[in-house]
Nanobody, 121 residues
Framework: QVQLVEFGGGLAQAGGSLRLSCAAS????????MGWYRQAPGKQRELVAG???????NYADSVKGRFTISRDNAKYTVYLQMNSLKPEDTAVYYC???????????????WGQGTQVTVSS
């Protein structure tokens, strides 16, 4: 149906920047919400940022002013620009997409494989 592939994780120093991208492919009829979640060791997965099909964004308080989410609807791709990184941003980041596949009765949630982001102090 719908596959998600993430790019852009890695190692950064505190104060640095990384950009994540997530491309959806498959038999896609439509994509509504897109977002990024993260999970640090020993912690629950949490929403980092989301963007609706209309472009409305929302962010976790911990990343407001530092992270920017955007999407390219023509490419079925969502991005996360992460600036002023902090060690506490270290986590596995997961892309999440709410999409409707051709022939599906309605939207479903799809998840990327996760990409590691490590921020050193």
């Amino acid at each position: 149906q719908v596959q998600l592939v993430e790019f852009g994780g890695g190692l950064a120093q505190a104060g640095g920047s990384l950009r994540l991208s997530c491309a959806a492919s498959g038999t896609i009829f439509s994509i509504s919400a897109m977002g990024w979640y993260r999970q640090a060791p020993g912690k629950q997965r949490e929403l980092v940022a989301g963007v609706t099909s209309g472009g409305t964004t929302n962010y976790a308080d911990s990343v407001k002013g530092r992270f920017t989410i955007s999407r390219d609807n023509a490419k079925y791709t969502v991005y996360l620009q992460m600036n002023s990184l902090k060690p506490e941003d270290t986590a596995v980041y997961y892309c999440n997409v709410e999409a409707t596949g051709w022939g599906s009765p309605g939207p479903e949630d799809f998840w990327g494989q996760g990409t590691q982001v490590t921020v050193s102090s």
